[in-house]
């Protein structure tokens, strides 16, 4: 079965870091683009950050850019978006996705709340 377990979200000041793990399992993860969305409070889920098969590509929501930095580990079958100078507005549940076979997965995401 197809796994993604998304995990190091917290509460976080303005300004500060956190980095995301997305560990994946149950398909070919060296081929495959893997990405993150969010989903803030009464807000529709879109696209943050995705990274290519090979790693080279990546692609940013505006809103991040210059931020937010996504990699993977093919070692250790993970993805992780390192997020830095957060902002109240990243303030979302955090989910990593994947399309494997025609077919849409997503972790279970992990919260991630920038607050004072």
């Known amino acids: 079965d197809v796994q993604l377990q998304a995990s190091g979200g917290g509460l976080v000041q303005p300004g500060g870091s956190l980095r995301l793990s997305c560990a994946a399992s149950?398909?070919?993860?060296?081929?495959?683009?893997i990405g993150w969305f969010r989903q803030a409070p009464g807000k529709e889920r879109e696209g943050v950050s995705v990274?290519?098969?090979?790693?080279?590509?990546?692609f940013y929501a505006q809103s991040v850019k210059g931020r937010f930095s996504i990699f993977r580990d093919a070692a250790k079958n993970t993805v992780y978006l390192q997020m830095n100078s957060l902002k109240p507005e990243d303030t979302a549940v955090y989910y990593c996705y994947v399309n494997y076979i025609l077919r849409d997965y997503w972790g279970q995401g992990t919260q991630v709340t920038v607050s004072s």
């Open positions: 149950g398909f070919p993860f060296d081929d495959y683009a």
């Open positions: 990274i290519s098969v090979s790693g080279e590509r990546t």
